[in-house]
């Protein structure tokens, strides 16, 4: 039977692997449907998934309005405000842009985490970043990105999205100490509308909905539930049950899936860099992983 760390790292490594083939998709959706339409269709979808789960169980537990307002405003952050960047990056920048600057997300998620939860830095954690660093870096291939002029926005709120991904996880570590995380994601799904729904509304006043399809509607279903509502859980639940620093390293299972759907459905051939960069990337998990109790050098305290 799994303990609680285990358990954190598979939820974080399934919803990574969600997330995979997200940008992929996303880029063909996004040709149709703007960009804040997307997020609030996705968020629609997700909190109707959740809310239909959170009756299910009973309802909400009692919250204060204080404690409401907290994860509003965390739920604005990471879900109208990340993924609003993540989104428009999306579609103005490339998917593999994408991959690449979103892969920044862990370190980010240890620097929060140092300074708002006084997470001790450890060498050991840091070299498990490196590694999961370098590995993530030969299974995405850099020279694919695309840095130039007219791309320069889009990766601009990409890297806003990955500063933000992670401010945001982190902050879910805090909140979930006193709230379970189903009504936690749920609540924050309504924070994230407040922004997602305004940014609709002028978004659909100026750039109309194209073409509806069956492969689109079955992209946005995808997205709303399966990648927002059962992903958003799983990875909030990972970082209640982890060090905000550990579970973040299970974000590197998104390239890992990305690559594998494109030698399934492309026909892409997985190189050497391929087999060898998911290796760096286990090995990283496994070193920040491994058991506190086995000893380390503290960077910091």
Do not use: C, H
Request: hydrophobic letters at 55%; proline letters at 4%.
């Amino acid at each position: 039977m799994m303990n609680s760390r285990q358990t954190g790292i598979l939820y974080g490594l399934i919803a990574s692997a969600i997330w995979g083939g997200m940008y992929v998709i996303s880029k063909v959706v996004l040709e149709v449907i703007p960009p804040f339409t997307l997020l609030s269709l996705r968020l629609l979808l997700g909190a109707a998934t959740l809310g239909t789960w959170v009756a299910w169980r009973k309802g909400f537990p009692p919250l204060s309005r204080g404690e409401w307002l907290q994860l509003l405003a965390v739920g604005v952050l990471g879900y109208g405000i990340s993924l609003g960047f993540q989104l428009t990056g999306t579609k103005l920048s490339t998917a593999a842009n994408g991959s690449v600057i979103t892969a920044a997300t862990p370190a980010f998620v240890y620097l929060f985490a140092w300074m708002l939860l006084k997470e001790k830095v450890t060498r050991r954690r840091l070299f498990a970043l490196l590694v999961s660093t370098v590995g993530v870096l030969a299974v995405i291939d850099p020279s694919q990105a695309q840095i130039n002029s007219q791309l320069w926005f889009g990766n601009l709120l990409l890297v806003g999205a990955a500063v933000t991904w992670a401010l945001y996880s982190v902050l879910v570590r805090q909140a979930t100490r006193t709230v379970d995380t189903l009504p936690f994601t749920l609540i924050a799904f309504l924070g994230g509308m407040l922004v997602a729904f305004p940014a609709t509304a002028w978004e659909l006043s100026v750039q109309p909905v194209g073409a509806i399809s069956l492969p689109l509607v079955a992209g946005v279903l995808y997205l709303g539930i399966v990648s927002m509502a059962v992903s958003a859980y799983l990875w909030n639940r990972a970082f209640k049950l982890l060090e905000a620093g550990v579970a973040s390293l299970t974000f590197f299972a998104q390239p890992i899936v990305g690559a594998g759907l494109g030698a399934l459905f492309l026909n892409e051939q997985l190189t050497s860099l391929f087999i060898g960069g998911t290796a760096l990337i286990l090995l990283g998990l496994w070193l920040a992983a491994r058991d506190d109790r086995i000893p380390s050098n503290p960077l910091r305290s």
